[in-house]
């Protein structure tokens, strides 16, 4: 019994405290009040900024006298009521005024119930940690929390040493009676056998403690998994984001939800949820930038838009997009739409334009060469849409100008780019400023606009981006994008010669393609650097795969540092290891390239998840052997396959015979399942049959091609 009780009292009577004070902030109640704290200071940066336009249901003369009193934003409104908002515009029936003050309460009312925090883990407020630790404890220490809650050995080691501090030494205890010395001595036999139990529990609250007053833990973990966060905090609070709608405020959400749209002629396929509300969005504002991260079908909203104005005698839609991408451009709007396509290139744009002018159709060319066309004589264009927008950022460039001259005449302007053009305000700027230039105005009076939220909102009505991540539930585990381009007048050749050669040239017409040796004149070349430009700036890392060395090589040479190397059969399974594991330890952005036969099969690269074939192969299992190095457990992201093919060429015979041979599997549609995606490679397809009856549907192709 030689325990010095005084310290163990003390330390029972802090462990206590500490176990009361940790569980009431990782309670509920205090998580609870912690994000009404969070909605109401987000809300308020919202109400703030946004424009009083929302407030506008049609009343064009309204909003025009409030800009003229300067009260451009609800932020400048919410100061008056009736009374003196009614003084302020004199000229404006009093019941107008009061409904616009009703109006404008209820948008700050909606506004706040329905925020939904936001959470910057390289900034987090007090508040803002207690949420994550609320959500970090309840979850990951879930056992150990419920054991401090109910735990009662901190009120029975009290109440003993109460009675143990009642001992006395030699001569004192001569003073106590027999019962309470039996008392005493029965107080220590009873904390002995508790004992262990309280060390488990101090234990645990050190443990606990430990990272609860660190808050890497917290950030680590929310970094790692925060869509496992903001679940857990939707289902003990009901509170939701909306996940089609990026960062918008809540009231202009629900105008473009509620907005009618007519796609029927998009006649190809179906939208997905979150496309439909872009679309929405893009018709709503008239002239936006759509940011959506690659992969989620910027091309499909923009037709989107394109097919409603045509169905309100809208006809007249332009689209501006790189070389390298307009005969993808060409083939989605075929695929997707029964709208004619013109295209204004080479010998015969003069002809093209001329039918685009006369009947309803769409016309694409890319920004050098709206040098050739007459801009000044354009009279209107109902719809222009500018792919990769970031291209025209430098308005001194003769592109830019002529793509600002065509805008100025647009009607509706959708702008898409896939780079985070978040990142560089002033080229946002740029962009907007060609859309909706009272919004740069805005700013220009208001340098409290340039702040990060506050720009965030005002920019709203003109900006949409949404990422992978944030629209999740609306999509597949794997996409599979297939991206077309044409041929130069180099590898046209090449390819013919190979036609020539009968089955014996099929190698030379299946590389073709890539013979042009530079991105100038190869345009699979170009959007392998396109893609893999963009993963970079979106965070992702790529892997390329091709059948032929001299294409692996090519692409390795193009890309330079960004390159990690190629994986070949030439490379023995420690080098293929090793350049897999540096691979996996670079930045965004790196690339791995590999012979599909060699680097498809047995290896595991979950670091990427961005897969390029160069090429279809005659079987589709040796495609999907080599995304499985990528899609396969442990791979946390979602996964998006480019297949290039070019366009008038064995690509498409190669895809047109297997798909035939597997039509009961939708295997690249952007809606397959993962499941249907994968029976593919239980169905036998014989190789030569693929070959030769490819070679018979190019042959009988050209043969038929006028002189």
Known sequence: ?????????????????????????????????????????????????????????????????????????????????????????????????????????????????????????????????????????????????????????????????????????????????????????????????????????????????????????????????????????????????????????????????????????????????????????????????????????????????????????????????????????????????????????????????????????????????????????????????IDEAHLIKNPKTQRTQNAMAIAAKSEYVMMMTGTPIENNVNEMKHLIGILQPHIIEEMERNPRMNEPEAFKTLVSPAYLRRKRFDVLKELPEIDFIEKFSEMSEKERSYYNDGVREGLSGLMKMRRAAFTGNNINDSEKLANIVEICTEAKENGHKVLIFSFFKDNLNLIHETLGPQSAGIISGDVGMDERQGMIDAFTTREAGATLIGQIDAAGVGLNIQAANIVILCEPQWKPSTELQAIGRAYRMGQTRNVIVYRLLSEKSIDEAITEVRDEKLKSFNLYANDSSVADVFKAQEVEINEAEVQKEAFEIEKKRLEEQPA
């Open 1 to 385: 019994m030689s325990m010095d009780v005084k310290t163990q009292t003390f330390k029972t009577k802090q462990m206590k405290r500490n176990i009361e004070n940790f569980l009431k902030n990782i309670s509920e109640g205090n998580m609870k009040d912690s994000l009404k704290k969070l909605q109401a200071k987000r809300a308020e940066n919202d109400i703030e900024v946004i424009p009083v336009d929302v407030l506008n249901k049609g009343d064009d003369e309204l909003v025009s006298n409030l800009r003229q009193h300067n009260i451009f934003n609800i932020g400048d409104l919410k100061r008056f009521d009736a009374q003196s908002l009614g003084v302020v515009l004199n000229n404006i029936a009093p019941e107008t005024v009061e409904k616009l003050i009703k109006d404008k309460d209820i948008l700050m009312r909606d506004i706040t119930i329905n925020t939904f925090p936001k959470i910057d883990p390289d900034n987090l407020s007090k508040d803002s940690l207690v949420l994550l630790k609320h959500w970090y404890f309840n979850t990951t220490y879930k056992r150990d929390v419920e054991i401090l809650e109910s735990e009662t050995v901190t009120d029975q080691a009290e109440a003993l040493l109460g009675e143990m501090k009642k001992k006395r030494g030699v001569f004192l205890s001569l003073f106590q009676s027999s019962s309470q010395k039996e008392q005493i001595n029965d107080a220590f036999s009873k904390f002995e056998q508790i004992e262990p139990e309280l060390n488990e529990i101090h234990e645990i609250v050190d443990k606990l403690l430990l990272e609860f007053q660190d808050e890497k833990y917290v950030r680590d973990a929310f970094i790692n998994d925060s869509a496992a966060f903001y679940a857990f905090i939707e289902s003990r609070t009901g509170v939701a984001p909306t996940v089609h709608s990026g960062d918008l405020p809540a009231i202009l959400v629900e105008e473009i939800t509620d907005m009618e749209l007519d796609v029927s002629g998009l006649t190809g396929g179906t939208l997905r949820p979150y496309q439909l509300f872009g679309t929405k969005f893009a018709v709503y504002n008239k002239r936006t930038l759509i940011g959506d991260e690659m992969g989620l079908g910027k091309t499909i909203q923009a037709l989107g838009v394109i097919t409603h104005l045509f169905t309100a005698q809208k006809t007249r839609a332009f689209v501006i997009c790189p070389k390298s991408v307009m005969a993808n451009w060409a083939h989605e709007i075929e695929k997707w739409t029964e709208i004619p396509v013109k295209i204004f290139h080479g010998s015969k744009r003069d002809e093209a334009y001329k039918e685009w002018l006369e009947t309803p159709s769409i016309l694409i060319t890319n920004p050098e060469h709206t040098k050739n066309l007459d801009i000044d004589t354009l009279d209107y264009v109902d719809c222009l849409i």
